[in-house]
């Protein structure tokens, strides 16, 4: 089966909720899938469900915590820089069926990565490998490698009304 390059982005929720949809869905077909949380260092709910999936789904953050609401530092763009050098190894390599980027546009957006890399690895991955690249603020280019973009709007969000972010459902 030839692998196709999925991209999630936008302003609105959703994005990794779709790609760990994606990945779970992939592990139920016998796939295995490894996902790359780029940013993120922090504990979310996903890394305790997906340990259900072990043998199957692999997850490793790239990040040190969630710096969105400042700016990067050295460490941030140290950890990004590994963990790229690491999921390209693991998609070339291609053992993994699937392999999600989550957060991959923001350390594009900051960046922390690439981009004419991330570019190079889409071009000359296994035939097999799917890749799902999620996160805000795509570049164009990376829209224009991508065989299947969704663009996820906010319309309304809780957030605005004082809702924090819950556990289970936003992290």
């Not at 999936?53 to 950890?79: H, T």
């Not at 990565?113 to 799902?132: G, N, Q």
């Amino acid at each position: 089966m030839k692998g196709n390059v999925h991209l999630y982005t936008g302003n609105g929720k959703g994005k990794t909720t779709a790609a760990i949809g994606l990945a779970i869905r992939a592990a139920g077909a016998g796939m295995k899938v490894f996902i790359a949380q780029f940013i993120k260092g922090r504990h979310y709910n996903e890394l305790s469900a997906l340990e259900k999936f072990e043998g199957q789904i692999v997850i490793k953050q790239y990040g040190r915590d969630c710096f969105i609401k400042n700016e990067p530092e050295e460490a941030d763009r140290m950890a990004a820089r590994r963990g790229f050098d690491e999921v390209e190894k693991i998609v070339m390599e291609g053992a993994y069926d699937m392999v999600v980027l989550d957060e991959i546009n923001i350390a594009l957006y900051y960046e922390l990565v690439d981009i004419s890399e991330v570019a190079m690895m889409i071009k000359k991955r296994p035939e097999h490998v799917e890749l799902v690249l999620t996160g805000r603020y795509a570049p164009q280019s990376l829209i224009d490698l991508s065989d299947l973009v969704t663009n996820m709007d906010e319309i309304k969000h809780y957030y605005h009304n004082g809702i924090e972010a819950r556990p289970g459902i936003e992290y």
